[in-house]
Each structure stands twice: as structure tokens, then as C-alpha cells.
């Protein structure tokens, strides 16, 4: 199982570069950047998860195992989230939202950009 895990995101490390190569010239190659980056992060998730269910089941592996596969699932997980949130940002702008979703959008309306 851990070998089948470590090459599947081995490969997801490749796809995740690739993605992060992805032009970002309009908000619609950003969206479609952002989107791909989550699909890439979610997936990672799923196979960190996998790992995580093995280390705990398996009584031969010590428990800080699970515990920091846990930790890369929650990570990926969240930048999944981030992704995701980005990609519907960025539609948004190119819908002709100009405040976007509202993820980057602080303070935009004041004229000035980010209010501190």
C-alpha cells in the first residue's frame, strides 16, 4: 500500500507543477489555474487519507505515522479549499464582477486596494 501511495503522489507532484506553469495572463486562465491546483490538492488528499487509514490499522507502523499523514491530508485539504475559493474568484472577475467572489476583494471598493 505505502509504495502504490508514494507513486501516486509522486505523480501528483508532477501534475501539481505542471498546473502551477499554467498561464495567468486572463482572470479565465487564472480561474482555470486555481481550479486545476484544487482538483491536483484534493486528489492528494484522497491518497494522504489512504496512507493515514493504513498507518493507524497497521499494528507494525507507530501511530506518529497516522498522525503526520493526517497532517499533509488536513494541509491538502485546505489549500484544496484555497484553490477552489481562487478559481471561483477569478470566474467571477471574468463574469465582470469586479470585486471578484469577495476572496481577494477587501477593500477594493474604497478605490485604494487592502484597508489595514
Do not use: K, N
Not at 493526517?70 to 465582470?96: I, K, M, P, V
Amino acid at each position: 500500500m505505502p509504495i502504490r501511495v508514494t507513486a501516486a503522489l509522486d505523480d501528483l507532484d508532477e501534475q501539481y507543477r505542471a498546473a502551477s506553469e499554467l498561464p495567468m495572463s486572463t482572470d479565465i486562465e487564472h480561474a482555470h489555474r486555481a481550479a486545476t491546483l484544487a482538483v491536483v490538492c484534493a486528489r492528494r488528499a484522497g491518497w494522504w487519507r489512504m496512507l493515514e487509514c493504513h498507518a493507524y490499522r497497521d499494528p507494525d507502523t507507530l501511530s506518529v505515522y497516522g498522525h503526520a499523514a493526517l497532517l499533509a491530508r488536513t494541509h491538502e485539504r485546505d489549500a484544496a479549499r484555497f484553490w477552489r475559493q481562487s478559481a471561483r474568484d477569478w470566474a467571477a472577475r471574468a463574469a465582470g464582477d469586479r470585486h471578484g467572489f469577495g476572496l481577494w476583494a477587501t477593500g477594493d471598493h474604497l478605490g485604494g486596494g487592502a484597508v489595514a
